[in-house]
């Protein structure tokens, strides 16, 4: 196709270059624009080059558009030291690259002309624009990260944040059209390229990233509104096929807490405000998010950070719009949002930090799952989900957890009462079914995951202790300890009777081949090890090669309980 036939008489809104370039002949009906030396443009007087970029892109002359974008994306990779930066910054080439991505609806050519080129996936060079202008904000925002006090940096990135809602809002309302952008996105991951996907998701993030930075040295307020509806949307319909999108959720997430940061009380209604155009953007997203967060949920390397980021997320558009939910929680469904949560908990035990792992079991359980259980459009559907759980998932280890934790923390008996009793509860009565089912406890798997951590979970809330006890933690303490031992009774488990049923060492295989292993802890205290553990990887003793573990804790665990002579006699008798 020749876009330079494309060019058109009607100059009445046409921006001309500089008249002082002194590196190409003024512009007139006889101008010979083939005949300019880009290069030397870009030497003798790069401040021309964003009033040229937006000549070029009016009049359509594709071509040495083409040329200057290219050039231009040289000069930007080679950084800050180039000598033509700080005449990009000061002519303003970003803001004129923006005008460009903005004026152009995302679409192909035209309807009769088919390509698989990215550069025309969004309109002819509008497109080549964008790549540039996200490699000309990283820039930026890296400069401004090294050194926030340079009026020209300062200056460059407040013309950017000044107009980045426009761009942010296109990107919004031709969001449909980058489902198209899929298969180029995953065909670019493959030979190690970002696609369109994935340049519009970076560019969100650096926006945001820039406005925190700036608004630290000036008042200025943040990307909101546009940013989390973007990151939403990304992370929900193409998350899964192009790139690292965990930075769609951190995004998403630093924006409603530094939202909160300025106006705590208004929080609730304006992050309503923002949520629900996205969960209306199309009939069918609400599932699409619901399916989303449960295959999110059970991904294996969804640990430590990107856990907390993925939950508060979840917490946040849960809360916003639960009942949107309600229709895709199906009662029996083995990959539905309670028993994605359960598994996500029982991983971050395993594989996240200390820390980490507490709050995502607190805010998982105690403000999802128990709003869930709560609610009257999904309490029905989602109760069986859980009772499932309690009999299949080994959820009384996370329990077990909970209450030891629970009476370390200021509102814990908050926790004990309004959520660790009631699912006890659950717990009791959904194993006693199941003793009755089977005709023994014996036969229960329910009462031998309970009797497996009920003796030691007394024993460590009795031996609980923090530096300067208040009567209120002791009331707290005495309470757990109590509800325990009641949570026992039915199950013939009684107290002052030392049990030590956890914290043995393993059993080797009989197996010597590794990948023929059960996918199970051989740590004993851990909660995989009575339960395929499919929710994560798993590790092999390398010493050995007969028993497998969830995480370096539980080996360690392990090999100090018992595994060290274990494997070495393997060892001597190979």
């Not at 876009?3 to 590196?23: F, L």
């Not at 231009?72 to 000598?83: D, E, F, N, W």
């Not at 509008?126 to 940096?153: C, K, R």
Request: charged residues 20%; aromatic residues 10%.
């Amino acid at each position: 196709m020749d876009h330079t036939s494309q060019v058109t008489d009607d100059r009445n809104d046409v921006v001309m270059p500089p008249e002082s370039a002194p590196a190409f002949p003024d512009i007139n009906e006889t101008t010979d624009i083939s005949s300019i030396v880009w290069e030397e443009v870009f030497t003798q007087n790069p401040h021309s080059i964003a009033r040229w970029a937006g000549y070029l892109y009016r009049r359509k002359l594709w071509v040495p558009l083409a040329l200057i974008l290219g050039i231009s994306k040289r000069v930007v990779h080679s950084g800050s030291t180039a000598p033509q930066w700080p005449a990009f910054l000061e002519s303003n080439l970003i803001g004129a690259l923006l005008d460009i991505i903005c004026s152009f609806k995302v679409q192909s050519i035209d309807d009769g002309e088919k390509t698989d080129s990215n550069e025309f996936l969004f309109g002819e060079m509008s497109y080549q624009s964008f790549t540039l202008f996200v490699m000309s904000i990283y820039l930026l925002e890296e400069e401004m990260a090294s050194n926030d006090q340079n009026p020209l940096t300062r200056s460059a990135t407040q013309s950017v944040l000044s107009d980045a809602e426009r761009l942010l809002n296109f990107m919004w309302d031709d969001r449909d059209v980058l489902l198209a952008a899929r298969e180029a996105d995953m065909a670019g991951v493959k030979a190690g390229l970002a696609g369109p996907a994935t340049a519009f998701l970076s560019c969100v993030v650096i926006l945001h990233r820039m406005s925190y930075r700036y608004s630290r040295c000036q008042e200025h307020p943040y990307i909101s509104s546009g940013a989390v509806r973007l990151c939403l949307w990304f992370w929900t319909y193409l998350g899964d096929s192009s790139g690292n999108w965990d930075d769609a959720v951190s995004t998403f997430c630093d924006v409603i807490t530094t939202t909160s940061e300025s106006d705590p009380s208004t929080l609730q209604s304006r992050f309503r405000q923002i949520v629900e155009p996205v969960l209306d953007c199309r009939p069918t997203f609400p599932h699409d998010f619901y399916l989303r967060i449960c295959q999110e949920l059970r991904n294996p390397r969804t640990v430590n950070k990107s856990a907390s980021s993925l939950l508060q997320m979840i917490v946040y558009v849960v809360d916003a719009g639960l009942d949107r939910f309600s229709p895709f929680i199906l009662p029996n469904d083995t990959k539905g949002i309670v028993p994605s949560i359960i598994m996500a908990c029982l991983r971050q035990l395993c594989s996240s930090d200390g820390l980490i792992a507490r709050n995502f079991i607190f805010s998982a359980i105690g403000e999802v799952v128990m709003d869930i259980i709560k609610t009257d459009s999904t309490r029905e559907l989602a109760l069986p989900q859980l009772l499932q759980c309690a009999s299949e998932l080994n959820f009384i280890a996370l329990l077990s957890f909970w209450v030891v934790a629970a009476i370390k923390l200021e509102d814990g008996d908050f926790y004990l009462s309004r959520m660790i009793v009631p699912l006890l509860g659950v717990v009791t009565s959904v194993t006693q079914s199941e003793i009755r089912l089977n005709g023994s406890r014996q036969r229960s798997k329910g009462y031998q995951n309970v009797a497996r951590v009920w003796h030691d979970t007394l024993d460590s809330l009795h031996r609980s202790h923090i530096s300067n006890p208040t009567t209120a933690w002791k009331r707290t303490k005495q309470q757990a300890i109590k509800e325990w031992r009641k949570f026992g009774e039915p199950f013939g488990l009684i107290g002052g009777v030392r049990v030590n049923v956890l914290r043995q060492p393993s059993q080797l295989s009989t197996s010597t081949k590794y990948w023929e292993l059960p996918r199970k802890c051989s740590w004993s205290a851990c909660p995989c090890a009575v339960f395929s553990a499919c929710h994560h990887p798993m590790r092999v003793c390398k010493g050995c090669s007969r028993v497998l573990y969830c995480s370096r804790s539980c080996q360690r665990a392990d090999w100090n309980f018992g595994h060290r002579s274990a494997c070495h006699r393997n060892q001597d008798a190979i």
